[in-house]
């Protein structure tokens, strides 16, 4: 069988191009930028993005299995129903801010320090996941699942809408507001006034 020597693509910007029926080419693409490409739906599976940046791109659905994504930044994209839990997970590293993640799929993945600001993560499943020292800044957590996942000296004191349960998850040095204790306390019902 032949090795497949992966043609490099080098600091080019990709701007408006809608990728959803048509195939971006199978490459290393390494300090590109992504801007207004539309994704939804297509294949990005077996691609690798070294110190790229995604910028108002639509990504949701799209096929990312064993793709690599290292010093990567998304910012103003919809990531909605992406399993993250399919890509490679040598070196991955991401970074969000102001994006979409609805219905994204972390399961039982390594995401030590990771960083979500500003983000939509409505019913994200983080089950199993190592999380410690994340930051989830300013993020709604509506209905995502937090199961036997470390969350460690994680930051939540400015997100919302969360509910995790201290028995089934580790928060030993989690960060919390007063305001955001109740996420906490969810599964017995309590009533918390001021």
């Given at each position: 069988?032949?090795?497949?020597?992966?043609?490099l693509?080098?600091?080019?910007?990709?701007?408006g191009?809608?990728?959803?029926?048509?195939?971006?080419?199978?490459?290393?693409?390494?300090?590109?930028?992504?801007?207004?490409?539309?994704?939804?739906?297509?294949?990005?599976?077996?691609?690798?993005?070294?110190?790229?940046?995604?910028?108002?791109?639509?990504?949701?659905?799209?096929?990312?299995?064993?793709?690599?994504?290292?010093?990567?930044?998304?910012?103003?994209?919809?990531?909605?129903?992406?399993?993250?839990?399919?890509?490679?997970?040598?070196?991955?590293?991401?970074?969000?801010?102001?994006?979409?993640?609805?219905?994204?799929?972390?399961?039982?993945?390594?995401?030590?320090?990771?960083?979500?600001?500003?983000?939509?993560?409505?019913?994200?499943?983080?089950?199993?996941?190592?999380?410690?020292?994340?930051?989830?800044?300013?993020?709604?957590?509506?209905?995502?699942?937090?199961?036997?996942t470390?969350?460690?000296?994680?930051?939540?004191?400015?997100?919302?809408?969360?509910?995790?349960?201290?028995e089934?998850?580790?928060?030993k040095e989690?960060?919390?507001?007063?305001?955001?204790?109740?996420?906490?306390?969810?599964?017995?019902?309590?009533?918390?006034?001021?």
């Open positions: 069988m032949k090795n497949v020597v992966e043609k693509i080098v600091d080019k910007t990709f701007m191009e809608n990728y959803s029926s048509e195939r971006l080419p199978r490459a290393e693409y390494e300090n590109c930028i992504f801007e207004r490409c539309n994704f939804n739906k297509g294949y990005l599976d077996n691609q690798t993005f070294l110190e790229c940046e995604f910028i108002d791109c639509n990504l949701s659905n799209a096929n990312i299995v064993n793709t690599t994504f290292k010093e990567i930044t998304f910012s103003q994209c919809k990531l909605m129903g992406l399993a993250f839990n399919t890509c490679n997970p040598f070196l991955m590293q991401m970074y969000f801010a102001d994006c979409n993640l609805s219905f994204a799929n972390f399961v039982e993945m390594k995401l030590i320090g990771q960083q979500f600001k500003s983000c939509n993560l409505e019913e994200v499943d983080f089950s199993d996941c190592d999380l410690s020292n994340a930051k989830f800044l300013e993020c709604n957590l509506e209905r995502s699942i937090f199961s036997r470390n969350l460690q000296k994680a930051d939540f004191s400015t997100a919302t809408n969360f509910s995790l349960d201290p089934n998850n580790m928060v989690a960060v919390f507001s007063r305001e955001t204790l109740q996420g906490l306390l969810h599964k017995y019902k309590l009533n918390i006034v001021d």
